[in-house]
């Protein structure tokens, strides 16, 4: 009786050991990112990485579908959008040798041209996104991490 007892309470350690140690990885095909912008989408699913062949990381553009949207957005359920990555979960080096690692996949959704299709950015979002030539996503970000 106290066998069993202890082989569920080794079971039940090991999933929350494994639960903490959550696998974060490149962006890529299948993910489901945030969308923290005002152009009307919520949630994306990401299409390919317009760059790179494992995937997208901080500032890297994809291709992504609008899978929930809000009624009277600029985009609607369904449509294949771009959208430049502005929070990921796996975490990236600095200069300064820190690293910088966020909660959530979030993206900003652009048009070809890269200009942001709406006009406000919620959250924070990396510097980083200046070395990528995303001036106009900072500019409209209200924090910037």
């Known amino acids: 009786m ?3 007892g202890t082989c569920l309470v080794k079971l039940l350690l090991s999933l ?3 639960s903490k140690r959550q696998q974060r990885t490149f962006i890529q095909m299948g993910t489901i990112l945030k969308v923290v912008d005002n152009s009307g989408a919520k949630l994306v699913a990401c299409i390919q990485a317009v760059k790179g062949k494992k995937g997208a990381r901080l500032g890297d553009t994809i291709i992504a579908s609008v899978k929930e949207a809000q ?6 359920k369904g449509d294949v959008v771009r959208g430049v990555v502005v ?3 796996m975490q990236r080096g600095r200069c300064d ?3 910088i690692r966020f909660d959530d996949n979030a993206v900003v959704l652009v048009n070809k041209e890269g200009e942001p299709i709406g006009t ?3 959250g924070p979002v990396p510097h980083e996104l200046r070395k990528k ?3 106009k996503i900072l500019t409209l970000a209200e ?3």
């Open 2 to 4: 106290q066998s069993t």
């Open 16 to 18: 929350v050991s494994k």
């Open 71 to 76: 009624p009277r957005g600029k985009v609607k």
């Open 87 to 89: 929070r990921a979960a």
């Open 97 to 99: 040798g820190s690293e």
């Open 120 to 122: 406000r950015v919620f």
């Open 133 to 135: 030539k995303h001036v």
């Open 143 to 145: 924090h910037i991490a």
